[in-house]
Every structure is written in C-alpha cells, then in structure tokens.
C-alpha cells in the first residue's frame, strides 16, 4: 500500500506545471526569437515568458528581448530572465543590475549581474537605452 502512494505521489509531482521559470537553453542550437541567430553564449541569454499560452521565448541579448517584447500587447504581464553574465546563471530581469561596455552577441554592451557594481544600471533606466539602441546586427 506504501508503494502505491508513493507511485500516486510520483506521478502528482511530474504532473505539476512548471511554467513558471526560465527553461534549459541548448547553446548552438536554439535561437534567438528576434533574429533567428543561434544562441551561443549563456553569459548573455535572455528569456522571456508570457502570451496567451505562457510560452517561453529565447534571445541572444537582452536588447533582442526588450525590442521584440516592446511590441507585444502583454509585455506588461510577461516574465524576464536574463543570464549573469559571469556565472550564466538566470536572474530576474527586473532586479538584476546591467553593467555597460561589455561584448555581446549583438553588441547591445550590457551584461547582468545579481549586485550592483560601480557604473551599473537598473532595468527601468536600461530598458529605454536599449530601445534608442541600434545593435550592429539591427533587424528593424
């Protein structure tokens, strides 16, 4: 009888939805959503969830991600990621602290980091900069 609830409660946990964070990115062969590039350093990764089926969508740079998800109508409610850009580890964008004049995979120059640093931004003040920003690689 142990088993069997221990079978019930096995099933119950792989059936839970785990929509809620970031995803495993497979480098070299997933892509950017903005510019179809493959994503090919996790040190600069970015990711967003939402929509109307919360579905998770990859970037290569966080200014990929904030320009692309400017021009849905539920970028209000959608969750960010975005890797540390020394650990790859993913932060929660909105917290996350961006420091400038770093080399990135579409030269937006900013990388994250979980503490503030000296010359470092936070995501209100970066999100119009990126905006402004022409990457080099620009798909406009």
């Known amino acids: 009888m142990k088993l069997y609830w221990i079978s019930i ?6 059936c839970t939805d785990k929509q809620t964070g970031p995803i495993e990115i497979t480098l070299d062969r997933d892509s ?4 179809q590039m493959a ?3 996790k040190h ?3 990711q967003v969830r939402g929509g109307p089926k919360n579905k998770v969508f990859l970037f290569d740079d966080i200014g990929c ?6 021009k849905k109508p539920w970028a209000d409610t959608a969750k960010i990621w975005v890797a540390d850009y020394k650990t790859g580890d993913f932060l929660d964008a909105s917290t996350a602290n961006y420091v400038p004049e770093q080399i990135t995979p579409m030269d937006f120059g900013f990388g994250a980091t979980s503490e503030p640093v000296a010359g470092s931004i936070d995501f209100n ?4 900069k990126l905006l402004a920003k022409k990457s080099t690689h ?3």
């Open 125 to 128: 003040t970066l999100k119009p």
């Open 32 to 35: 950017c959503e903005r510019c």
């Open 65 to 70: 991600a904030t320009i692309w998800l400017n």
């Open 39 to 41: 994503i090919s350093d």
């Open 9 to 14: 409660l096995i099933v119950l946990m792989s």
């Open 138 to 140: 620009s798909l406009h």
């Open 44 to 46: 600069f990764a970015t």
